[in-house]
């Protein structure tokens, strides 16, 4: 019982994996970006801007412009009837910052600096304004009480 098990696991080996006759590359090129195949390339739709070695390699254009679309690499006489197609979907980020371990430090260290410095003008602010009212301070002798009176009352 065990062996059949691992002949049709063999058998479903051998048929399955059936790999593509087609190379499809797609690659970057100073800033260009290019689509290339080992027979022909089909625009189906997208971008396309140029055409090199008799239909095999396809500009796409400048990289930051975000080139897309869908291609297809078509089979030669005995392959005639087998597709392949590859989806470009190219994504520059244009308004990226690298953050590396240099410039997270730096971010920490300017906020840390940032706060000390904050801290201490609220202390240097406060700091000066110790014991001192804004008013007159006045004693009633009937009652005792205490009363605080403005400047401008007592005119």
Known sequence: MEHSGILAGLILA???????FFKITVTEYEDQVFV???TSIVHLEGTA???????KILKLGKG???????YECTGTE????EVSTVQVYYRMCQNCVEL???????????????TLL???????????????LSGVFLTSPATGLHCCCLPWLLR
């Open 14 to 20: 051998a048929f399955l994996p059936r790999g593509s």
């Open 36 to 38: 290339s195949c080992n």
């Open 49 to 55: 801007e140029e055409w090199f070695a008799e239909n």
């Open 64 to 70: 930051i412009l975000d080139p897309r679309g869908l």
């Open 78 to 81: 005995n392959l005639a009837k």
């Open 100 to 114: 590396d371990s240099a410039t997270v430090a730096g971010v920490i260290i300017t906020d840390l600096i940032a």
């Open 118 to 132: 904050l801290a201490l003008g609220v202390y240097c602010f406060a700091g000066h304004e110790t014991g001192r």
